[in-house]
């Protein structure tokens, strides 16, 4: 028989350690012994008998058999939400590229509780006949203080320790022989903050003015439509029969996803299982957290990076001791210490959110569905616009696509969408950010006491350069990727490193209209409030969100009717549902369509649908006004028409000639340094050992300048490499990681490994 070795983290507390310990697993615990059990292990010269947790079973020995030491035995109960998260920390470490350090603080808890004065209780645990005889024996004795306390206890069970110590005038003294003979325990009450209430005090304020959705109030559980309801029939009647699977509900905007999403919440929780929801943005919070609450109640909770170090505890202490069932947040709630968790849901699944920008740099869709296989839980994909790689799962059989291609209210139908060409407004002599068009419908919607949102496709995009006459923009020879402008007047790719500098004219039409494109919101609102002196403006980006709450704030005052207009970027057009929006103006939809990104058709489509989707959601109809340079890109033709499918195939075309994801995978490796010099040579050895590795099919691209060549006073590279198969981009970033630990020249670069990167580094 073969033998079975186990590879254990020792100390998960200390940071020097970052390896596995290989151990013998003995014959009788074979067949028992799991990846994520605690186990007992003799460690160090003297074999003393420490704890580890079991990261890895394996049939092949790292080293000498006869030097191995064996495993003594596994720690009772020890199959924790804590084991199963440190198992997912080595399994982001060795997918991802990372400290086993960085990993586990990725996914453990914080350690530290916010220290404030404990609470203290008295609480009669005596049986009743011993009660008795303690208060016979006080009167007989003369004890008043302990029938006072006696007295007290018999009204109310517990009491507060500091009342009772100060009311009756008691002593430490008088407690210590009634603890000691078992009939009282005084005991540390453990009270945690809920999210909930303090998001209600930001809202309501002192005043007491309700918010657009009521917290006090339970809402009806709304009617499923045939399509919903047979999304929701399949998942739990699988779900019941022990089928544990990966579905992307595809459904347009305003399909009613979100009562999909409840109805299989209920199924698994009256399952006694708990739920985790991700949510892309905090912005979300807001809206989704409400609906959830009025239909669970105090059984969900809220995390998310906002929240005080104290706060985020308080939570993690509710998921762990079973006091919620439900956890709602952005990527870092996926690592809710939840023991019985069920069922997964990744709301918008296609945002760049859920890819992480630290080390280890995971995808939370990737991360979550390891995470539901260690749980034997379920995973739900839910998006208007899903990502080409979930879609392309789903087409080739890996995912169950659910489609919902109806909007949930029947009153509702998707809004008209024009395209408004930006060429011919300059030529009519328009100079304005706002077309013609939008204009007017902006003033029909503002007689009307109608809202409006606009929105501005700017947050996280480089400066391009494109022309103004025939709306061409500057674009690499060999990436089919736009230049990104420096501040120097250079024009780079930051895929291949192709760099030319700012042209005079347009290298398309030679018009002398070329010049950087960009505009920000603020910018827009002074637009506004110039040209609808009458309207009420509210503004929601980065700036007027960046105190605590400043989401909810704006949000609930749009939604109270308290602004006929809505200026904001990407946060404004996800998963809000604003009944009284019917008009939706896309100011600058090229911008995200000339990022520096093999990705950018693909996010302008998402984004765009998005937008779109915000519009007619009520009994009234809606519109958008899409304004472009661009109008006839597929992108902008088939965000218009919310036609998912007609995009998908264009798309997926460029992909395959191009050989980017899903087509072909993709590895990002991110170098980085205060040292250019040291770096350049670094990012070339590093180079030379792939190119050594004589990969069969493996393209290479760079060394080059990262897209922000230096941060911080850090100098940055990367590389990509391409190839088809995942696993043979696995097997060389294991190899560079082998390379890089035994060379002593690489102390002072710091690197990062991104799989299929969702944006330029």
Not at 704 to 733: F, G, P, T
Request: hydrophobic residues 40%.
């Amino acid at each position: 028989m073969t033998g079975l070795y186990a590879n254990v983290i020792i100390d998960i507390s200390h940071e020097s350690v970052d390896k596995t310990f290989q151990y013998r697993v003995p014959e009788k615990l074979r067949g028992t012994l799991k990846v994520g059990q605690q186990v007992y292990i003799p460690f160090g010269a003297g074999s003393r008998r420490r704890k580890g947790y079991v990261v890895e079973l394996t049939d092949e020995p790292e080293y000498d058999v006869a030097k191995l030491k064996e495993i003594e035995g596994i720690v009772e109960h020890s199959v924790t939400a804590q084991s199963q998260l440190i198992w997912l920390a080595w399994w982001m470490k060795e997918r991802y590229g990372s400290t086993m350090n960085q990993a586990l603080k990725t996914v453990l808890p914080v350690k530290q509780k916010i220290k404030e004065a404990p609470k203290r209780q008295i609480r009669l645990i005596g049986e009743k006949e011993a009660f008795r005889e303690a208060v016979d024996l006080a009167e007989r004795r003369g004890y008043k203080a302990r029938l006072r306390l006696f007295c007290l206890l018999k009204e109310k069970n517990p009491v507060p320790y500091d009342q009772a110590m100060n009311r009756l005038n008691l002593t430490p003294a008088v407690l210590k022989p009634l603890e000691e003979a078992g009939l009282i325990r005084v005991e540390i009450v453990e009270k945690y903050r809920n999210p909930l209430l303090e998001m209600k005090r930001l809202l309501t304020g002192e005043t007491g003015r309700a918010s657009a959705m009521d917290f006090s109030e339970s809402s009806p559980i709304p009617v499923l439509n045939e399509e919903q309801q047979a999304a929701a029939y399949r998942i739990c009647r699988e779900y019941d029969r022990g089928i544990r699977a990966t579905y992307l509900l595809h459904g347009i905007t305003g399909s009613g996803k979100t009562e999909v999403y409840m109805e299989l919440i209920r199924h698994v929780v009256e399952k006694k299982k708990q739920v985790i929801l991700l949510i892309p943005e905090i912005s979300l919070t807001w809206q989704t957290v409400m609906r959830f609450y009025k239909r669970f109640g105090n059984r969900v909770s809220l995390l998310h990076s906002r929240m005080s170090p104290g706060e985020r505890y308080d939570q993690y202490e509710r998921a762990r001791t079973g006091d919620i069932d439900i956890m709602i947040g952005p990527r870092s709630a996926l690592f809710a210490p939840f023991e019985r968790l069920g069922l997964i849901i990744i709301d918008e699944e296609h945002e760049n959110a859920y890819q992480s920008e630290l080390s280890p740099r995971y995808d939370a869709r990737e991360t979550a569905k390891e995470r539901a296989r260690i749980n034997q839980a379920s995973l739900i994909l839910g998006s208007a616009t899903p990502s080409l790689e979930s879609y392309t799962k789903a087409v080739l059989g890996e995912y169950i696509l659910l489609k919902l291609t109806r909007r949930a209210k029947a009153s509702a139908a998707l809004p008209q969408a024009e395209i408004v060409d930006l060429r011919e407004e300059l030529k009519a002599g328009n100079r304005s950010i706002f077309s013609r068009r939008l204009k007017e419908l902006m003033e029909d919607r503002l007689k009307k006491g109608e809202q409006t949102m606009l929105f501005i496709n700017r947050r996280g995009y480089a400066n391009f350069v494109s022309c103004r006459s025939c709306g061409e923009a500057i674009r690499c020879p060999h990436c089919d990727v736009t230049l990104t402008l420096h501040k120097d007047g250079r024009l780079m790719c930051h895929y291949c490193g192709h760099t030319v500098m700012q042209p005079k004219l347009c290298p398309s039409c030679g018009s002398a209209y070329i010049a950087p494109f960009g505009t920000g919101t603020q910018k827009i609102e002074e637009m506004a409030v110039k040209m609808f002196p009458q309207a009420r403006i509210l503004r929601m980006d980065l700036d007027t969100t960046s105190k605590k709450g400043g989401h909810q704030e704006i949000l609930s005052a749009f939604a109270r009717g308290e602004a006929d207009i809505l200026i904001g970027t990407q946060m404004i057009v996800k998963g809000h549902d604003f009944p009284d929006v019917t008009l939706v103006g896309i100011v600058a939809a090229d911008i995200s369509l000339y990022a520096s990104d093999y990705r950018a058709a693909e996010r302008t489509f998402q984004l765009l649908t998005q937008a779109v989707g915000r519009a007619g959601r009520g009994s009234k109809a809606g519109e958008a006004v899409i304004q472009t340079y661009m109008p006839e890109h597929y992108s902008i033709q088939t965000a218009a028409k919310q036609d998912y499918d007609a995009f998908y195939e264009q798309e997926i075309l460029y992909r395959e000639l191009m050989g980017y994801p899903p087509v072909d995978e993709m590895l990002g490796i991110y170098l980085s340094g205060k040292d250019l010099e040291k770096l350049e040579s670094c990012a070339e050895q590093l180079a030379e050992w792939i190119r050594n590795a004589h990969v069969e099919g493996l393209c290479l691209i760079g060394p080059a300048d990262a897209a922000l060549a230096r941060k911080n006073d850090s100098y940055r590279k990367v590389i990509y490499m391409k190839h088809e198969k995942k696993i043979i981009l696995l097997k060389i970033k294991k190899l560079l990681e082998q390379q890089i630990a035994g060379t002593d020249n690489w102390n002072d670069i710091f690197i990062q490994f991104d799989y299929n990167p969702l944006q330029a580094y």
